[in-house]
C-alpha cells in the first residue's frame, strides 16, 4: 500500500492549491482517504476525508469553509483544495487510507494506518 501526496509550493498568502493523493498496490476507489497535515513543531492535525460513496468527514471544524476534499471520476485521485491560504496553514500535508473494506472515513485521522510522503506547502509573502 502506497500512498503519495504532491502539488505542493510556495504561495503568497490568499493564493491557492491543490493538492493529489495518487495510490499504489491498493484500488484507491474502494476506500476512505484522508488528509491530515503537520506543521513545524506542531502535532499533526486531520483535515478531511472521503468516503467510497464520497462522502465528506471534516475533521477539523476550523477547516470547513477554506478545504475541500474531492474525488476524480473513477476515484483513482482524491485532491485537497486549499483555499485562501494563510501562513499558519504552512505544513507537510499527507493523505492516507485505513484500507477499511466498508469504504467509509475513519473517526479520528489518527486510524489512518497508511500513509506516503507528504507534500510541503509554504505561505509567505
Known amino acids: 500500500v502506497q500512498l503519495q501526496a504532491s502539488g505542493g509550493g510556495s504561495v503568497q498568502p490568499g493564493g491557492s492549491l491543490r493538492l493529489s493523493c495518487a495510490t499504489s498496490g491498493f484500488r484507491m476507489d474502494y476506500y476512505a482517504i484522508g488528509w491530515f497535515r503537520q506543521a513545524p513543531g506542531k502535532e499533526r492535525e486531520g483535515v478531511a476525508c472521503i468516503s467510497r460513496t464520497r462522502f465528506i468527514t471534516s475533521w477539523t471544524d476550523s477547516m470547513r469553509g477554506r478545504f475541500a476534499i474531492s474525488r476524480d471520476n473513477p476515484g483513482y485521485t482524491v485532491y485537497l483544495r486549499i483555499d485562501d491560504l494563510k501562513p499558519e496553514d504552512t505544513a507537510v500535508y499527507y493523505c492516507?487510507?485505513?484500507?477499511?473494506?466498508?469504504?467509509?472515513?475513519?473517526?479520528?485521522?489518527?486510524?489512518?494506518?497508511?500513509w506516503g510522503q507528504g507534500t510541503e506547502v509554504t505561505v509567505s509573502s
Open positions: 492516507g487510507t485505513d484500507i477499511d473494506p466498508s469504504g467509509s472515513c475513519p473517526e479520528y485521522y489518527r486510524d489512518l494506518a497508511y
